[in-house]
Each structure stands twice: as structure tokens, then as C-alpha cells.
């Protein structure tokens, strides 16, 4: 069974640690079979990459990312990438729509996960979307240790 944590980072997500630097941050703790929202730690390269876009900042939002981790966790019980129940997910967690998801397997870090997005033309285009507001992250490591990580951005 996964066991969850999840971390607030409120400091992170409201820009007051934008001068220090951010790399303990990018080193992940979970290990195998554990996952972790990793929001806080993610929206400040989201947000820059908007900034450079003209785009209004994303906010953190708590039922994105407990979805986010609950779909992490299905990918990695079933240990593939998936989108399966997109719709009825965003229902389920009470996610405003419209929404998107941006998952990806296999990167070691927030990092590592944040330059695959940034760097794959759907997954960007999907952070760079104007309409989107808020922002859930998270990752679960499978039993192997391999990390499955959903990115949930909603109106």
C-alpha cells in the first residue's frame, strides 16, 4: 500500500523564497511505494515560464494535487502513464474545469520532471495555457523505486 504525505510549501508558492536557492528542494525523499504532493516545489518554475509568456501566475490548489497524487499512485501501481478517467476524475476531486494533465515517468527529480514538460511541445503548451489559474503536482514511486509524476492545471 502507498503511503501518502503531502508538504506544504506556502512559502515557496507565494514567491517569499525567490531569491534563495531552491536545490534541496528539487531532491526527492520518497522512496518506493510512497508519494508525495510536490506542488510548492513546482509552481515557481511553472510561474517563470509563464512570466515569460505574458501569463498570470498559477495558485496552488489542494484538490488538484490530492488528485495529482491519487493518480500518481494509480500509475504507479499499474506502472505505466496513463490519462484513463481524465473526466471523471476532475469530477471526482471537485477540480474547476477547464482542466488539463501533464503526466510523465521515470525523471529522478523535480527537475528532471519540470524539463520534460518544458522541453515536450504538448506538455508546455499545456502550462502555457491562459485560461488555466491553478496548479496540482505530485509523484508516487513504484515498488521498483520509479517515479510517475501528474502535473493537473484547471480554470
Partial sequence: MIRRRVVILGALSSGLLSGCTTSSLLDLSIGAGESEIVTGETIGSVNRLRAEADLPRLSADRNLGRQAQAHAEYMARKGRMSHDNFERRMRKWKVDLPAAENVSE???????MFEAFATSPKHRENMLV??????????????????FWVMGLSG
Fill in 106 to 112: 521515470g525523471q529522478r527529480d523535480i527537475a528532471g
Fill in 130 to 147: 491562459g485560461k488555466f489559474r491553478k496548479l496540482g503536482v505530485a509523484v508516487a514511486r513504484n515498488k521498483d523505486g520509479r517515479a
